[in-house]
């Protein structure tokens, strides 16, 4: 009777750690996606003005070892940046065909050349646009921010 309990158990467990990998987005694609989110989706923001960009940079960690010279924040809600993974895809700027584009309400945020980590200075420039995300995964999630 202990035996056959153990091989059920055996049976169950193994066949919910089949389902997880199947169901599960792989390890590098999840990390890719949080990347993504956390450089590129604020969806409360409005941007516009150079201190939203010294804040932000710095408060999503792309300052810390050296000013990233350019990084764009959409402020859209998250279901709405998910629904450019449905569009049409396109060639990304690496030739890949993962891309899909759609317009987007945008802070773009340019390094100004003058500062030096952690203590880096934007200058902003808010307004709507077209943008080109790569997306990836069943179901796709974006994952790099192209153009």
Known sequence: MTLRRTRSLFLFLLLTLLGLVLVQPSYGQDRMYQRFLRQH???????????????????????????????????????????????????????????????VKVTDCKETGSSRAPNCRYRAMANTRRVVIACDGNPKVPVHFDK
Do not use: A
């Open 41 to 103: 989706v604020d969806p409360q923001g409005t941007g516009g003005n150079d201190s939203y960009c010294n804040l932000m940079m710095q408060r999503r960690k792309m300052t810390t070892n050296r000013c990233k010279p350019f990084n764009t924040f959409i402020h859209e809600n998250i279901w709405n940046i998910h629904s450019i993974c449905s569009t049409t895809n396109i060639q990304c700027k690496n030739g890949k065909m993962n891309c899909h584009e759609s317009v």
